[in-house]
């Protein structure tokens, strides 16, 4: 069992920067796949970005490449968003997700563990 717990979000204005973590409460991320995804009001789940453990290897989703950072450190057993240049219509409850033993996934099915989320608003 997984439990994930995010924070760093908040109120912040269009063009500026926050960074999310997501830490992994009792367990090692090791041979996990984690991914970052968020939901605004009405809308469904997003992904946003994810990292596998195992290789590495990082994923974005095409509208913040360029702008967001996915990175971890696995002697904190922490995952971090850096998210700049941030929009207002990014404004939503950012949640970490968690699968073990497979590759990051962009829908939602494809976790097992997730967290309560963070909420991120974006001014205008």
């Known amino acids: 069992q997984v439990q994930l717990i995010e924070s760093g979000g908040g109120l912040v204005q269009a063009g500026d920067s926050l960074r999310l973590s997501c830490a992994a409460s009792?367990?090692?991320?090791?041979?996990?796949?984690t991914g970052w995804f968020r939901q605004a009001p009405g809308k469904e789940r997003e992904f946003v970005a994810g990292i596998n453990w195992g290789n590495g290897v990082t994923y974005y989703a095409d509208s913040v490449k360029g702008r967001f950072t996915v990175s971890g450190d696995s002697a904190k057993s922490t995952m971090y968003l850096q998210m700049n240049t941030l929009e207002p219509e990014e404004t939503a409850l950012y949640y970490c997700?968690?699968?073990?033993?497979?590759?990051?996934?962009?829908?939602?099915?494809?976790?097992?563990?997730w967290g309560q989320g963070t909420q991120v608003t974006v001014s205008s």
């Open positions: 009792g367990r090692s991320f090791n041979r996990y796949s």
């Open positions: 997700e968690a699968v073990y033993n497979a590759d990051v996934a962009t829908t939602i099915k494809g976790y097992d563990y």
